[in-house]
């Protein structure tokens, strides 16, 4: 009698282990993709000083995600266009920061020149909110290390 009731008690516990790991992979693959598309990204583009006019986000995974097409507009014109983003990565590496592999797929870059061809009409040039300001590397502005970054089929627009 009392095997049985430890077996219980460990069916039990599996079944309740179980149950976390199901929600946790639910919300992986219902609430994260939705959670990134609307508030991540944005407010990604946003500090960037895009305005994100297309954001979708087509396949979040255990092991990569698919995004795409985003198209993010400066003052009102679209700059950036791209059809495609494929991220490869494994949930180890991700404990670590890190991401195996970055495919951007026919991304097309738009920009205007300003009005005596100085300059990228909306962008302000490096260092002219500071004379002092230290340049900022790769490392501070993305929380992640990546293995590696593929631009597949691109295309860069000045009018």
Avoid at 38 to 48: K, T
Wanted: aromatic share 6%.
């Amino acid at each position: 009698m009392a095997i049985s009731i430890l077996k219980r008690r460990w069916f039990i516990a599996l079944m309740g282990c179980g149950c976390i790991v199901g929600g946790l992979l639910a919300a992986l693959v219902f609430y994260l993709p939705g959670h990134i598309e609307q508030r991540i990204l944005p407010r990604l583009a946003a500090a960037a000083g895009f305005d994100p006019g297309q954001l979708e986000i087509r396949r979040v995974g255990l092991t990569g995600a698919d995004i795409g097409p985003i198209q993010l507009r400066l003052n009102d014109a679209p700059c950036i266009d791209i059809p495609a983003i494929q991220i490869n990565y494994s949930i180890v590496g991700l404990f670590r920061r890190s991401i195996d592999d970055v495919i951007i797929s026919g991304m097309q870059l738009t920009l205007s020149l300003n009005h005596d061809a100085t300059g990228i009409t909306g962008l302000t040039p490096t260092g002219a909110h500071s004379a002092h300001a230290a340049p900022v590397g790769l490392e501070t502005l993305l929380p992640f290390e990546m293995k590696r970054v593929q631009l597949r089929n691109a295309l860069i627009t000045l009018q």
